[in-house]
């Protein structure tokens, strides 16, 4: 009895240094520190005084679930950040076997047609340059006509507005004449 007496003067005692303390960092190492001196002063007050020993298990078992629930919920924020990552992961890498897939296609596309234009090449060395030529005159030929069929056009649109000139001078003498009659 004396002993638990003894224990409910220091208590007010801690309780007064652990509120002068305001530093958050100290205050971790102090609640650490105090939780270990509670145990310690539990645990020396010897193993005759039953309620004593009970308390002292109901502390320990106190602390114990806290650092579990603790631990728990840093392992499950772990899980989730860990998870986000696997998936950004999982997904970079499905990306990554598409894109290495297409790029495979296209390479053997690419070779495909280099291959058949290789061959063409082989095939018409000297014709390949005359079909050039020929298709080059024939295009210059049309070319040619078009221009002077569009010369003709524009000498027919001239002599077109030089007639239409002609016959607007006809009609406005026309009209005076019919005037000078009419009066």
Known sequence: MS???SQH???PRLRKSISSDSSPASS???TKSLRHE?????NSAGSTDCSNNTSTNHAESYFKRRENRLSARKKAEEETANSDYKKMYEKALATNQRLKSRLETSKQELNVIQDQLQRAQRERPGDSSSN???AEKKESWSLKKRISD???QLKAKAELKMENQRLKDEN???I????????
């Open 172 to 174: 406005g003498a026309l």
């Open 9 to 11: 003067k220091d208590q």
């Open 38 to 42: 509670r145990l310690s002063r539990l």
């Open 3 to 5: 002993s638990l007496l």
């Open 28 to 30: 971790a190492a102090t």
């Open 132 to 134: 050039m030529l020929e």
């Open 150 to 152: 569009m010369e003709e």
């Open 176 to 183: 005076r004449v019919i005037t000078k009659l009419s009066k």
